[in-house]
């Protein structure tokens, strides 16, 4: 079965540029959750969705970062501008609404703002 | 509010050592507890979980057994291989909504 897929895998753009990262979620799986890793800030949850419904996007970091789930299999996040402090690897899962189902991790997406 | 506590890295071991890796969480009501591994370059894979008291999660030789007494979470290996090196995660779900709190990760670094 496929797994969570990410895209790009890597990115490296100039600070100001517009960034879209891509997400396709297990099928059949109803949460997706994004998250940010870096050094200083260990692993962050950026936002999630239940049902294509975003239930808390406490954790984006600004204005400037934006996520869209328009179906079950295809999520979007955003940054508009990207700054080089945004630098970091970011993950995508996917996961069923049941309590005590794991979450599936993709490979993420190494993003580099110069 | 709900939290998951692990030890702090690196641990550095030789090859065949015994490993622990203390893990320890706060949470209203039973939570499902999770351990995950993040090999370099990669991204978080499901290594054992445990949904209620008592229970033993078990995979690739690793063990962790839930106590809800002590609420810890602890993972265990009798001998651990180069192979193993690796940033460990110890995660907890969130009222039964499929969020997970995650530890801060643990390093472990094995030698041969």
């Known amino acids: 079965d496929a797994g969570v897929i990410q895209s790009p895998r890597h990115e490296v753009t100039e600070m100001g540029q517009e960034v879209t990262l891509r997400c396709k979620p297990i099928?059949?799986?109803?949460?997706l959750f994004w998250y940010r890793q870096t050094m200083m800030r260990g692993l962050e949850l950026l936002i999630y969705f239940n049902n294509n419904v975003p239930i808390d996007d406490s954790g984006m970091p600004e204005d400037r970062f934006s996520a869209k789930m328009p179906n079950a299999s295809f999520s979007t996040l955003k940054i508009q501008p990207s700054e080089p402090r945004d630098s970091a690897v970011y993950f995508c899962?996917?996961?069923?609404?049941?309590?005590?189902?794991?979450?599936?991790f993709g490979d993420g997406t190494r993003l580099s703002i110069l | 509010g709900d939290s998951v506590t692990q030890m702090e890295g690196p641990v550095t071991l030789s090859e065949e050592a015994f490993l622990t890796i203390n893990c320890t969480y706060t949470?209203?009501?039973?939570?499902?507890l999770f351990w995950y591994v993040q090999y370099p370059g990669e991204g978080l894979q499901l290594l054992l979980k445990?949904?209620?008291?008592?229970d033993k999660g078990s995979n690739k030789g690793f063990e962790a057994t839930y106590r809800k007494e002590t609420t810890s979470f602890h993972l265990e290996k009798g001998s651990v291989q180069v192979s193993d090196s690796a940033v460990y995660f110890c995660?907890?779900?969130?009222?039964?909504?499929?969020?997970?709190?995650f530890g801060q990760g643990t390093e472990l670094s094995v030698k041969p």
């Open positions: 949470a209203t009501g039973y939570p499902s």
């Open positions: 995660a907890s779900n969130y009222n039964q909504g499929g969020k997970l709190i």
């Open positions: 445990a949904t209620k008291a008592d």
């Open positions: 099928s059949g799986h109803n949460s």
């Open positions: 899962a996917s996961s069923l609404v049941a309590g005590n189902q794991p979450q599936h």
